[in-house]
């Protein structure tokens, strides 16, 4: 001890050595405003300029259509706000699914108490949009539908192509929360027909406080933060020249490394889950088994409560993260869980682990052996697994 | 977040397991919510709580509060055990935050189902007990008949 496995990347990552590198000199050296005459000036202009065209380049898309954001959050609230309000005299309806993330129902719900209405679509068991449902859910005033690229907790991947073309057949707009898949799978908007994107930095080895949004040239939008110049007049306020060049230099780095990263995590993620499931008994995967990201595993351990499972993977100093109540400050588990069928209960046992660069075999060897040990004992002391005992025994 | 207490509780469970034959069984709460409380009481017939044990489905702190709870009534007598409450509890864990409360809630009301379970059991009125309101199988009479 003390050595950590740090296995909720889905959370945040480490921000990279070499990003980190990248960063530096934009805060001691060439610290000027973007927007100034001077050269230290025009240094952070340029820097900003560059990582612009290197992510447009990661999505097949123009500079100009690449925003620079705080993060995720922040450009889910712009483009589903913003389209609202600058589509509002040709429709008043917005389609999105059930496992968005609260960045994009809470931002639905807002718009609902302002004289929006939205249709919230299923998923089925493993966490897929209902196509048909969507489809169906079209109207005239129909103006936005956005549906997360893949999903957070559960890592299922949307049919985003299919989803993409429908909108585009019915000439809605298209926005996806691409926080997760962003630098995890290739995306092409164009061929895609994606007409808004968000993405936050460091969701793949990047820093913190930094996100884009692209929007699609020709898409109405309004900006979303008033004042200066910046970002063509859309969002207002000094640049975050490191965290832009972090950005820039994260995205790279992920597009580089993505076909072998996915090989490597998708065995290991593999190999995690069919250990799982065969050696702990009373365990379901969620989420769907192959059309899933590939660092992401979530199991529901029945008759364990998550947050319990949490502290005791903590004290072994394995890091993952839980869909229980308790660890949402709420009493319901999670609305993903829930959406796709799972009893409270079980919802309250979930474990999401997720892989990341630095992730080896032996790590999850070791993390196996306790998840085996903890929701062992676990058990040993849930009323729930006693009565399910006795019952089985009565048979 | 958790004091030093809680996590000792949490990671060291006192009064872990069942009683068979138990003079009483309290189950409250429920899955929903993601906290069952099961507490087994093993009464003397002086009415003194000689032993005691629990079970718990749930989070840190309600491991905790259950562990604690049997520790504040393990020799005590029937009325002093109805003294214990979720203050009383949460006291003896040195606090517990905020959104917890509830779990020490759910322990007083353990204890409290498990003395009527008894009371029911012994055609006897505990004074100062009332039905305890939250037992998970309240109107599932068929299903507890199992255990």
Redesign the interface.
């Known amino acids: 001890m003390e050595r950590i496995i740090y296995l909720d990347n889905a959370a945040t990552t480490k921000t990279s050595p070499t990003v980190l590198e990248a960063m530096l000199p934009y805060f001691s050296e060439y610290y000027g405003n973007a927007s100034s005459i001077y050269s230290i000036g025009a240094k952070s202009k340029e820097a900003i300029t560059h990582s612009r065209e290197t992510i447009a380049a990661t999505l097949g898309a123009k500079p100009e259509e690449i925003y620079f954001t705080a993060g995720g959050s922040e450009s889910d609230n712009w483009a589903i706000k913003a389209t609202a309000e600058a589509y509002r005299a040709k429709g008043n309806h917005i389609i999105t699914t059930k496992i968005e993330h609260h960045a994009v129902l809470h931002t639905c719900e807002y718009l609902e108490k302002n004289g929006f209405e939205v249709s919230y679509i299923d998923v089925d068991e493993s966490g897929v949009v209902k196509l048909d449902q969507l489809e169906k859910a079209i109207r005239p005033e129909t103006i936005l539908i956005t549906v997360m690229f893949a999903n957070n907790e559960i890592g299922t991947i949307q049919p985003i192509r299919e989803i993409g073309e429908i909108a585009h057949r019915h000439g809605i707009l298209f926005h996806t929360d691409a926080v997760q898949a962003y630098g995890q799978l290739p995306i092409n908007v164009d061929e895609l027909h994606i007409d808004m994107l968000s993405s936050s930095g460091h969701k793949l080895c990047g820093p913190k406080g930094i996100g884009f949004l692209y929007i699609r040239k020709g898409v109405k939008i309004r900006s979303f933060v008033h004042g200066g110049a910046q970002e063509r007049k859309r969002r207002a306020g000094t640049e975050n020249v490191p965290g832009i060049v972090g950005y820039g230099k994260a995205a790279e780095e992920a597009m580089q490394t993505m076909q072998e990263r996915t090989a490597r995590e998708t065995e290991l993620r593999d190999y995690l889950i069919d250990r799982v499931l065969k050696e702990v008994p009373y365990t379901r995967l969620n989420g769907h088994r192959t059309k899933r990201l590939p660092n992401n595993a979530n199991f529901s351990f029945q008759f364990v409560e998550g947050e319990s499972l949490l502290i005791m993977l903590d004290m072994a100093g394995i890091c993952g993260s839980s869909g229980s109540a308790c660890t949402s400050g709420s009493l319901d588990p999670s609305h993903v869980l829930l959406a796709i069928g799972l009893p409270h209960e079980i919802a309250h046992g979930s474990l999401r682990l997720t892989l990341g660069a630095e992730t080896t075999k032996e790590d999850l060897d070791f993390v196996i052996e306790k998840i085996k040990e903890i929701v062992e004992h676990l058990r040993s002391m849930s009323p729930l697994y006693e009565d399910f005992v006795k019952k089985s025994q009565k048979r | 977040m958790y004091s030093e207490k809680v996590m000792d509780h949490?990671?060291n469970?006192r009064n872990?397991g069942?009683i068979e034959n138990a003079s009483g069984v309290g189950?409250v709460g429920n899955?929903?919510?993601?906290?069952?409380?099961?507490m087994y009481l093993d009464i003397d017939d002086n009415g003194i709580i000689r032993d005691v044990k629990?079970?718990?489905?749930?989070?840190?702190?309600?491991?905790a509060t259950s562990s604690m709870a049997t520790e504040l009534v393990k020799g005590k007598s029937i009325q002093e055990a109805l003294q214990v409450t979720n203050k009383a509890v949460m006291e003896a864990l040195d606090g517990l935050p905020p959104?917890?409360v509830h779990c020490s809630l759910l322990a007083e009301e353990a204890i409290h189902a498990a003395l009527w379970d008894y009371a029911q059991k012994n055609s006897i009125k505990i004074e100062g007990l009332s039905k305890p309101k939250s037992d998970i199988h309240e109107g599932e009479e068929d299903e507890s008949e199992?255990?």
Do not use: L, N, S, W
Request: net charge positive; hydrophobic share 40%.
């Open positions: 949490f990671q469970p872990v069942e189950t899955a929903k919510c993601g906290d069952i409380m099961r629990f079970k718990t489905f749930g989070c840190g702190a309600a491991v959104v917890k199992e255990y």
